[in-house]
């Protein structure tokens, strides 16, 4: 069983990469970009019957920082 | 006066932290491997000391905050210890919830290493009792993630306790309200960005940090 886990900063919190990630596509000539936000995805290979819970515990444990980001958990089958 | 200074792969301020504490102790203090799941008994302060502890993998500070030595630290500022965290060392109190908030990239996107201003905003504190109130003093930084975010109800809550400790004096990473340091509801733990190792003797080129330690060390000799 594969979890993958989106972890995003919340709206409001400054992400000086999605700024660098913006002003590059700009240099590139895309133009029409409105915002950049970068995040992080994790892939969890679980054993199966892994708990939803254990999943949610281990992003509030370690793989979010839930002070300043958000995740959300897309189970693979 | 028993300390401790805590070593993760990755620290590179550990020695100099550790020549800190002895400088104005006279007493050398253990080190302590992050593999270690105790500390030795009353300890009276502990340093967690900057550097870049498991190659700041995922988040500065996100591994070193939960590896098994950091729940005895936690344990031992429950009882009272003393503990001061900078720099890298900030950034894994946060992350272990010892101090509230979390630090982010530096606003301009840039690892900013200068000395910078500071301005010492509670000088009652155990780490800041050798300075003045307002008193204006100068701390090296270096790092890329200092950024302090906190939301305003807790940023509110930290400058109505007088938890801010230093605020930067200048524009330096995006900090909000400039904070630089900031102590726990106790008062007995505080994080900060800048270095106050790195100036405590003439050679160093200043010689702000060192009241820093002293007024720590005079507590701490008071309080035995």
């Keep these: 069983m594969k979890a993958r886990i989106f972890v995003t900063l919340k709206g409001?919190?400054?992400d000086p990469q999605g700024k660098a990630i913006h002003h590059a596509l700009d240099g590139l000539g895309f133009s029409g970009v409105n915002d950049v936000r970068a995040g992080k995805l994790i892939e969890l290979d679980l054993a199966d019957g892994t708990s939803d819970e254990d999943i949610d515990a281990m992003c509030r444990k370690l793989l979010a920082n839930t002070v300043i980001e958000n995740y959300r958990i897309e189970k693979v089958a | 006066m028993k300390s401790a200074v805590i070593v993760f792969p990755g620290s590179n301020c550990d020695r100099d932290l550790a020549v800190a504490f002895e400088a104005v102790s006279g007493s050398k203090p253990v080190m302590i491997w992050h593999r270690d799941t105790e500390l030795p008994d009353d300890l009276d302060l502990i340093g967690v000391p900057g550097g870049f502890s498991y190659g700041d993998y995922l988040r500065s500070g996100a591994m070193a905050a939960r590896s098994p030595v950091m729940q005895?630290?936690?344990?031992?500022?429950?009882?009272?210890a003393y503990v001061l965290g900078i720099c890298n060392g900030f950034q894994v109190l946060t992350e272990s919830g010892l101090l509230p908030g979390a630090l982010l990239r530096n606003a301009g996107g840039h690892f900013v290493c200068r000395d910078v201003a500071l301005t010492v905003e509670n000088a009652q504190s155990a780490f800041t009792s050798r300075y003045g109130a307002g008193e204006a003093i100068s701390f090296p930084v270096a790092h890329h993630d200092g950024n302090y975010f906190a939301d305003t109800e807790t940023l509110d809550r930290l400058e109505g306790e007088g938890r801010v400790a230093l605020r930067y004096a200048e524009s330096v990473n995006g900090s909000a309200r400039n904070i630089a340091g900031i102590l726990n509801e106790a008062?007995?733990?505080?994080?900060?960005?800048?270095?106050?190792e790195r100036v405590i003797e003439p050679a160093h080129g200043a010689t702000d940090g060192r009241r820093l330690f002293e007024g720590l060390v005079e507590g701490l000799l008071a309080r035995a």
């Excluded at chain 2, 008062?187 to 106050?196: A, D, E, R, S, T």
């Design chain 2, 72 to 80: 005895a630290v936690a344990k031992a500022a429950e009882k009272g």
């Design chain 2, 187 to 196: 008062g007995n733990v505080l994080g900060m960005m800048p270095h106050p």
């Design chain 1, 12 to 14: 409001g919190v400054l």
